[in-house]
């Protein structure tokens, strides 16, 4: 079956086995009972790069999202829809009463998310005992129960060092800042999102992604020269806060097989090593004497109800995030995502009465407008990549001709790749 068929500069199958044939100059019909199947060409490193990359990210995305998607009534849209902004804004102004109040809460922002972290802990902890005989496709089957491995912990140890910092920084800046200024000083996580997976994925930035990059700088340096409680250092634990974030997502995607690219058990063991890791910065920052002083407070029922709420907000709002995309999409996110920041401002505006002025509203709207325009472009260039991905997969067309060159090409996949290729598409 060898002898005549040829498909020019492409492996094929003959007779059930694997060949690499030679470009020939001449084309003829392969013998009789022969069936040839052509086989992708080896990628290049570049490709094998590119794909490992787009492997990394379909992983982690795939698995994040939860079961499969179902139609959902508008209702329900409504509802969920409803609960992320609640939740979401509740969680801020949570956080900037425990950050920020006067007499009523301990000054120690490492301390209160070292808290958050037990909180969240805790509460896997019980929904795994809940999944544990929960009946498969309900609500807590979802959960799996929580099992601390060493061996795990330390893989995931990076990103919880990361997980740290998003997490110190994030609640810092809310603390020197005002809450409608919080989202401007936060701003700049898509300009750190394309830089690092540019430098990091190799993956290449559209014009039309660095134009809408463009209009959120412009709208953080509005914002910011025009902030009237303007606070430096805020601004800046607000810029780190963001470079933290986007670190937080391309290593989570590059940890993510280690805890089967289940989010629930990631959330587990991060938050079980950043309890851990809280307690000697909390010494070096001298956050154990500042709890000390404040002793009186840690009889008081209102500081605690905070607190319990805080923790409790942090672990809803990933429920919320992973619901709204399932009952809508990626895009429609981001937008309720953008929206929701609008709403938080104005609120900040009547409950917080933070003074502002034209030019500080103008650079809130240019960093909003900005991130939902970098929303729909990113998805749509998604869309059009998916598109071109499957026309390539239908376009391989068997070419047959004779064989016999002294030139041959090897472009055959190792044994190792091959076995390798259905369980990374099943992991996909």
């Known amino acids: 079956s060898r002898r005549d068929a040829q498909l020019v500069g492409t492996p094929v199958f003959c007779g059930g086995e694997k060949t ?105 902890w019980a929904l795994g005992r809940a999944g544990r005989d929960a009946p498969a496709g309900s609500f807590y089957a979802q959960f799996p129960e929580v099992a601390f491995d060493t061996a795990i912990a330390k893989k995931v140890l990076p990103l919880s060092v990361i997980f740290v910092g ?104 991060n938050n079980i090593n950043a309890v851990i890791l809280f307690l000697p910065f909390m010494l070096m920052t001298g956050e154990i004497g500042i709890i000390s002083e404040h002793s009186a407070l840690l009889t008081s029922f209102t500081f605690w109800a905070m607190m319990l709420l805080s923790g409790v907000f942090g672990f809803l709002i990933g429920i919320c995030t992973i619901m709204q995309i399932q009952v809508t999409s990626p895009l429609t996110h981001n937008i309720s995502g953008t929206a929701k920041a609008a709403v938080q401002t104005v609120l900040a505006f009547l409950i917080w009465q933070n003074p502002t002025s034209f030019m500080n509203i103008m650079g809130i709207a240019l960093v909003l407008g900005g991130s939902l325009l970098y929303s729909y472009v990113r998805t749509m260039e998604m869309r059009r990549q998916d598109a071109a991905k499957a026309a390539a997969a239908k376009s391989s067309p068997a070419v047959h001709g004779r064989a016999g060159d002294d030139r041959e090409v090897d472009i055959e996949l190792t044994e190792q790749e091959e076995e390798e290729q259905p369980l990374k598409a099943g992991a996909a």
């Open 166 to 269: 998003m997490m110190t920084f994030n609640n810092l800046c809310l603390k020197y800042v005002e809450v409608s200024f919080y989202n401007v000083a936060r701003s700049l996580t898509i300009c750190f999102n394309v830089l690092l997976t540019r430098l990091v994925l190799g993956g290449e930035t559209s014009r039309q992604t660095l134009y809408c990059l463009a209009v959120v700088v412009l709208g953080f340096f509005v914002g910011t020269e025009s902030e009237v409680n303007f606070s430096f250092i805020g601004t800046l634990f607000g810029v780190t806060s963001s470079l933290f974030v986007s670190m937080n997502s391309i290593w989570t995607r590059r940890v993510a097989d280690v805890v089967d690219n289940n989010q629930w058990r990631l959330s587990a063991y």
């Open 20 to 124: 690499v044939l030679s470009p020939r100059s001449g084309l003829q019909a392969p013998r009789a009972g022969c069936v040839c199947v052509p086989r992708p060409l080896r990628p290049s490193v570049g490709d094998l790069s590119a794909a490992a990359a787009l492997r990394a990210d379909a992983r982690p995305r795939a698995a994040m999202a939860g079961p499969p998607k179902e139609k959902a009534s508008m209702e329900k849209i409504a509802s969920v829809v409803s609960a992320y902004f609640m939740v979401s804004i509740s969680l801020v102004f949570v956080n900037k009463w425990l950050m920020s109040g006067d007499g009523t809460t301990i000054p120690a922002p490492l301390f209160v998310t070292w808290f958050q972290c037990v909180v969240t802990v805790v509460i896997c």
